[in-house]
């Protein structure tokens, strides 16, 4: 039996804190094995390849995450059904609190069109649109506000 809208809603929810909260353990019980992450914005293609697998994907989390970050507050502002589908659209953003030499206070901002597939109560994609301007001049070495 197929997701109802309110399902992938609660499932993306949860999967968004917990990476906000740097839980990669925690967000990955909602990937599939087989999960594909794809980032087509991201400021160099090759830089970020599609990721093949809930162990790449989280590998790839942690690896940049948790080096930047001291957490990721994720704010969804719209959810989008779309009919006779496994898939949702979320556009959200965050406001995610730098960590180290980046200042008391820094903070790393922007904006996200999410779109997620499903196989049952899974995730099997999650492709994210943001503003590669931003995550560029956060790993220039400037405020991504």
Known sequence: MPLTFRNRVDIVTEYLE?????????AGRY???????M???APSVEDMP??????AILDQMRGTMLQVFARMDFTVDEWYDV?????????YHSVCPLKGSKGQGAEYRNSYVGVF????????????YFNP?????????????
Do not use: T, W
Not at 31 to 37: F, H, I, K
Not at 83 to 91: F, P, R
């Open 39 to 41: 980032v087509p914005f």
């Open 117 to 128: 597939r499903f196989e049952g109560d899974k995730i099997v994609l999650h492709r994210e």
């Open 50 to 55: 599609p990721l093949v697998g809930k162990q």
């Open 18 to 26: 917990r990476i906000g909260a740097l839980d990669f353990d925690g």
């Open 133 to 145: 301007i931003k995550l560029a001049a956060l790993a220039g070495g400037r405020d991504g506000g």
């Open 31 to 37: 990937l599939a094995d087989n999960a594909v992450m």
């Open 83 to 91: 009919s006779d589908s496994d898939a949702l659209i979320a556009e």
